[in-house]
């Protein structure tokens, strides 16, 4: 049975608000295969350079898989890594 | 590297791999930016930071008991560091700015032009006497007043021009054309310099007294400067004019097989000499310890890189190389080649004032040594003024 969206989920959906100005909301930008922007970091949980892990909002955790990852940047709840990157899995915090 | 990073001064930091995680996560929620991050193949993790983040960066890993330590510091304020601790290298320095500083209150150099007669090497030991020389306070040089002190001090100069362009002086002169004294003539003979069969006597002054075919010797008067008139008795002239002869000349050149050369025996002496504008230091000599003769070269090691002229510091001196005399020997065939060339040298400082006609070589060898015997036939003038003294 498919889980019934939250009052300020749905508020913004009727309103066309963009999401990302709701606290709690995260978002990715891929650059290609070589960079990654994860917006809405919470936590670094582990670090390695095949396999990232990262707590973003929304009780969800962000797998990053690939080769060579490395952090390149911090900023204002977001963070930048590069390396060649496989693939990107969401999970969520009781899975 | 990023010439901020240089001037704040940088700091890489390392770290195990197993705690790349937890730093990563300070740095994240710290804000700690680094400029740069590397992963080598054993897992180490290396970031650098700005100095100032690093001791942020050190202080919280201490607190949150992360392995973390520094490994490479560097930029300005390291090596300001590094060279403050060396008192010596601070006072160079301190004392070559000062000197720079310095050195454009006094005069760097002396340019001189114009001079065609006057040794320059002369002229620039009277500019120093009367204060103008590589050393001299700037401030107190009167260009005018220095250049009028050359003028008086040296009658061989009409004209002398001081200009400063900056650290330089530019000297001009103009050298004095002397007028020769207006002298009377004074009365005088033409007469055979060698003996000589005369040719074309080409008399302009005087009585001549020989004509072509005439065989005449050496000291024999070829034109009277005293000449017997009808009307007025004996008049006196300086006789003048050429008298072509036909002359003969011999020319004797010896080489023997053996001589001396000289074999170096490869010790050196040097004195050298550290000049700064006007003043020189000697420091180092040790010429006095050869005994036998030696060569001389002289150096002077004058800088000037990519400046228009030498900078007034610089080292000079001597380089003594020591020699010995030892016999030598040469081959009959070496001898005469060298006989052959002294001959031929000695026939072309001659070719100036005579016509070579004939020329016969005759060589004689003996156990010590070549002998070339020339004798030569040519046509010269022979005529030479005496003067005559007259009561």
């Given at each position: 049975m498919r889980k019934k969206p939250d009052f300020i989920t749905r508020l913004g959906e009727k309103l066309d608000i963009?999401?990302?100005?709701?606290?709690g909301s995260f978002g990715c930008v891929v650059e290609g295969t070589r960079e990654l922007t994860v917006r809405g970091?919470?936590?670094?949980?582990s670090y390695d350079p095949a396999a990232i892990l990262l707590a973003v909002g929304g009780g969800t955790r962000l797998l990053i898989e690939g080769e060579a990852l490395l952090f390149r940047a911090f900023g204002a709840g977001s963070v930048t890594l590069s390396g060649e990157i496989r693939s990107l899995t969401f999970q969520k915090e009781a899975e | 590297m990023h010439p901020v990073l240089f001037l704040t001064g940088f700091v890489t930091v390392s770290v195990p791999s197993a705690a790349a995680g937890a730093f990563f996560e300070m740095c994240r929620a710290c804000g700690y930016a680094f400029r740069s991050v590397k992963n080598t193949e054993n897992g180490t993790l290396y970031a650098t930071f700005s100095a100032l983040t690093a001791r942020r960066v050190l202080r919280s890993s201490a607190l949150r008991n992360l392995p973390v330590t520094p490994c490479v510091q560097g930029g300005a304020p390291t090596l300001l560091r590094r060279f403050l601790h060396r008192p010596g290298l601070v006072a160079g320095t301190v004392l070559a700015v000062g000197i720079l500083l310095l050195?454009?209150?006094?005069?760097?150099d002396v340019d001189v032009t114009g001079v065609e007669t006057v040794p320059e090497a002369e002229l620039r030991a009277e500019l120093a006497a009367v204060g103008?020389?590589?050393?001299?306070f700037l401030p107190r040089l009167d260009a005018d007043a220095l250049a009028v002190a050359v003028r008086r001090a040296d009658p061989r100069l009409s004209y002398v021009a001081v200009n400063l362009h900056g650290t330089v002086a530019a000297v001009q002169v103009r050298e004095s054309v002397e007028t020769p004294p207006r002298e009377t003539p004074r009365p005088a003979n033409l007469v055979a310099k060698c003996d000589g069969v005369v040719v074309l006597p080409l008399i302009f002054e005087g009585e001549r007294l020989v004509e072509a075919g005439d065989t005449v010797r050496a000291g024999?008067?070829?034109?009277?400067?005293v000449i017997d008139t009808d009307n007025n008795g004996l008049r006196v002239t300086r006789a003048a004019g050429e008298v072509l002869a036909r002359t003969v000349h011999t020319y004797t050149v010896r080489v023997p097989f053996t001589y001396e050369q000289k074999a170096y025996t490869g010790r050196r002496g040097y004195e050298m000499a550290f000049r700064f504008f006007g003043w020189e230091g000697n420091?180092?000599?040790?010429?006095?310890?050869?005994?036998g003769e030696y060569d001389i070269i002289d150096f002077e090691s004058k800088w000037s890189g990519a400046l228009p002229r030498a900078v007034p510091v610089f080292l000079t001196g001597k380089t003594a190389w020591e020699y010995t005399a030892v016999p030598a020997r040469r081959t009959a065939k070496e001898a005469l080649e060298t006989a052959n060339a002294e001959l031929t040298a000695l026939l072309a400082a001659d070719s100036a004032t005579r016509t070579l006609l004939e020329k016969t070589v005759e060589v004689a060898a003996d156990e010590a040594g070549v002998t070339l015997i020339c004798t030569i036939t040519a046509e010269e003038n022979i005529a030479v003024v005496s003067e005559i003294a007259v009561p």
């Open positions: 963009p999401r990302a100005i709701f606290s970091c919470r936590k670094i949980l | 050195s454009s209150l006094f005069l760097w103008l020389s590589p050393g001299a024999d008067i070829l034109a009277g400067g420091f180092l000599k040790t010429t006095g310890k050869l005994t």
